[in-house]
C-alpha cells in the first residue's frame, strides 16, 4: 500500500511500515489543494492533530482503507465521513497515556509552587526567595473531571502523595471509583466545590466545550486549574480574569481552543497562568509507542486483519454478519434506551439472548449494545471501542444465552444495573427488518423505538393515559403512537410514546406533577 504520513512521527513507525512492504510517503505541513493532491492516490493516511481530514478529504481519497492517528485525540478526523467513504479511523490511545499523565503532574507541581515564574526572577538577576509562597499537595483535594485512563493515572500518582481524590464522570462506576479511592459525585460543581486542583481529562465535544465558565471557575475559588487534555474546554478569557483578579491562585494549561497560542490571549499577560504548547505526549517513549501502534494497524488493514483500536470498523464476517447484523442496531436500540431510564451510574450491563440469535456469535451484538449503553454520553464509543471503554470503567459486562424464547423467535435483553437498581429492556426483530421493544423491566409492551420517546410509569387508574395526551397536545406535541402496558388492574402501568419532537422540561415537569405519575423519562433515539 501507499501510506502517506502528514505530521512528523517517530521513526520506529516508519520503519516498521517500510520492513512489511509498504511504500511511505512523508508530505508534513501540507493542507488545502495541497492535502487533496498528496491523498489523492493513497491506501492508508498517517496523522496527528495538525492535518484536519475532512468530508474533502476523503472524497479525494478514492483509494484510503484507513486513517491512523498516532494519538488518542480524533477530534480532527471527520469519522462519520469516514464511516459514509468505508475508511477505517483508528487512533492509539495506550502509548501517550503515561507521558499525558506524568505532564498533568508535573503542571499541577508547577503551578502550586509558581516554578517557571521563580525560574525567570532568578534567570533576570532577581532572587526573590520571599515573593513565592507556595502550597503543598498533601492533604488538599483533587478535583478530575473525565476519569478514564490519563485521569486514573493522575489519580493514582497524586493520589499516593496524599491528595483526597474526587471525580466527576457520569460513564464511571462507584467500584472503578473506589479501586482509586475516589469520591465519584454527580454533579460536576459538586467536584469544583469540594476540590483544591482540579484537572481536566474529557474530550472537546459540543457538551463539553466551555464546560467550566466564570460561574464554574468561581466554585473553586483560591485553587488551582490544571488542563492537559483538550482546549476549549475552559472559557479562556474567563480563566484569565479569575486568577488576575486572586478568584484563582493559579492555573497551567498545556492545550488551548487556538493552537498555537495567539499573541493576545488573555493567558500570556497573567503571570500566575503556566502554559506550554501542548507537550503532553512529548516524550521519546511516548512518541515511539504511538508510531509503532499506528503503523501495526496500517499493516492490519492491508492484511485483511481486525484493527485492534478502530473506532468505526466492527470486523465481522460475511456469514456471521448475515445472521447477526438485523440485531446490532436493536442491540444498540435497548442500550440506549436501557440507561436512560436508568439515569444513575452503572456499575453492570448485562446481554441475554434467547431463542435463534442464542446460537450465533454475538460478540459484536453485546458490543452494540455496550455501544448504545455508552451513546449518550460524550465519548467517541462505537462496537469496537465499547468493550474497552467498560473495561477502563470498571463496568462489569455479563452475557447469557437460552435456547428458548416465550412467544418470540429471538430476544435480545439488556439490563443496566449499579448492583441494586436495574432497569431491563427486551427487544425483538418482527420479520427480520421491524424492530420492536417488547418489555420495559416486567410490562409487556410492543413499541418502535425510534426518534423521540416518551417512557412513563404510572398508577393503572381511569383517565391517566387521557391526562397525558391532553398535556402534550395543548403543548402542541404531536403522538405518532401509543404502546401501555401493566403488571396488575390497578396496579403500576408504563406507557410509550412516540413524539414528533421533544417535550420541554416544563411539560416532563407537568406531568410528573400528577399524583398519578410515577416518573416521566424523554428518552432520544435519533432518526436511525
Known amino acids: 500500500m501507499k501510506v502517506l504520513v502528514t505530521d512528523p512521527i517517530a521513526d520506529a513507525g516508519l520503519t516498521r511500515l517500510r520492513e512489511a512492504g509498504h511504500d511511505v510517503e512523508t508530505a508534513y505541513e501540507v493542507e488545502g489543494d495541497a492535502l487533496l493532491d498528496a491523498v489523492a492516490d493513497a491506501n492508508a493516511l498517517i496523522v496527528r492533530s495538525g492535518t484536519e481530514v475532512t468530508e474533502e478529504v476523503f472524497e479525494a481519497a478514492t483509494d484510503l482503507i484507513i486513517v ?55 534567570k533576570s538577576g532577581e532572587w526573590a526567595k520571599g515573593e513565592f509562597l507556595g502550597t503543598e499537595v498533601n492533604n488538599k483535594t483533587l478535583g478530575v473531571v473525565g476519569f478514564g485512563r490519563v485521569g486514573q493515572q493522575v489519580a493514582k500518582r497524586l493520589g499516593s502523595l496524599g491528595m483526597d481524590i474526587v471525580t466527576f464522570d457520569p460513564y464511571i462506576s462507584q467500584e472503578r471509583a473506589d479501586q482509586f479511592g475516589a469520591e465519584l459525585v454527580d454533579d460536576l460543581n459538586d467536584c469544583l466545590a469540594k476540590s483544591d486542583f482540579i484537572t481536566i481529562h474529557t474530550p472537546l465535544t ?24 483538550r482546549g476549549g474546554i475552559i472559557d479562556e478569557p474567563a480563566l484569565a480574569e479569575a486568577v488576575e483578579n486572586g478568584v484563582l491562585k493559579g492555573a497551567a494549561l498545556d492545550v488551548f481552543g487556538e493552537e498555537p497560542l495567539p499573541e493576545d490571549s488573555p493567558l500570556l499577560d497573567v503571570e500566575d497562568i503556566i502554559v506550554t504548547p501542548h507537550l503532553g505526549a512529548s516524550t521519546e517513549a511516548a512518541q515511539e509507542n504511538v508510531a509503532t501502534s499506528t503503523a501495526d494497524q496500517i499493516i ?17 464476517d460475511e456469514a456471521t454478519f448475515k445472521q447477526v447484523g438485523p440485531y446490532l442496531d436493536l442491540a444498540d436500540t435497548a442500550g440506549r434506551i436501557a440507561v ?21 456469535d454475538v460478540e459484536y451484538v453485546t458490543a452494540s449494545a455496550l455501544k448504545g449503553v455508552f451513546a449518550p454520553s460524550d465519548l467517541q464509543v462505537n462496537a469496537v471501542n ?11 459486562v455479563t452475557e447469557s444465552k437460552t435456547r428458548t424464547s416465550e412467544d418470540y423467535q429471538s430476544l435480545i435483553t439488556v439490563t443496566v444495573s449499579d448492583g441494586e437498581e436495574s432497569v431491563s429492556v427486551c427487544g425483538t426483530q418482527f420479520g427480520g427488518e421491524e424492530p420492536r421493544i417488547v418489555r420495559i423491566d416486567d410490562h409487556r409492551i410492543e413499541a418502535v423505538p425510534h426518534g423521540h420517546m416518551l417512557v412513563v410509569r404510572n398508577r393503572d387508574e381511569p383517565g391517566t393515559i387521557g391526562f397525558i395526551g391532553t398535556v402534550l397536545g395543548e403543548a402542541d406535541i404531536n403522538i405518532a403512537g401509543m404502546f401501555n402496558g401493566r403488571e396488575t388492574i390497578g396496579g403500576e402501568a408504563l406507557s410509550v410514546y412516540n413524539l414528533d419532537e421533544q417535550p420541554p422540561q416544563d411539560i416532563i415537569e407537568r406531568l410528573n406533577g400528577d399524583s398519578r405519575i410515577i416518573e416521566t423519562t424523554y428518552v432520544e433515539l435519533g432518526d436511525e
Do not use: W
Not at 79 to 97: F, L, R, W
Not at 207 to 228: F, H, K, P, Q, S
Not at 386 to 396: C, H, L, N, S
Open 340 to 360: 436512560q431510564l436508568f439515569g444513575g451510574h452503572m456499575s453492570e450491563v448485562q446481554v441475554t439472548y434467547a431463542g435463534d440469535i442464542a446460537e450465533e
Open 206 to 229: 459540543p457538551e463539553t466545550e466551555n464546560m467550566i465558565g466564570e460561574d464554574e471557575l468561581a466554585l473553586l475559588e483560591g485553587g488551582y486549574v490544571v488542563n492537559c487534555a
Open 300 to 316: 492490519a488493514a492491508a492484511n485483511g486483519q481486525p484493527v485492534a483500536n478502530a473506532l468505526n470498523a466492527p470486523s465481522l
Open 68 to 122: 491512523g492517528r498516532a494519538g488518542i485525540g480524533v477530534d480532527n478526523i471527520d469519522i462519520d465521513a469516514a464511516t459514509d467513504h468505508g475508511v477505517i479511523v483508528a487512533n492509539a490511545p495506550e502509548g501517550n497515556v503515561r507521558a499525558a499523565a506524568e505532564h498533568s503532574v508535573a503542571m499541577a507541581f508547577a503551578t502550586a509552587r509558581s516554578i517557571p515564574q521563580a525560574h525567570d526572577r532568578l
Open 386 to 396: 465499547a468493550p474497552q471503554i467498560a473495561k477502563d470503567r470498571g463496568i462489569d
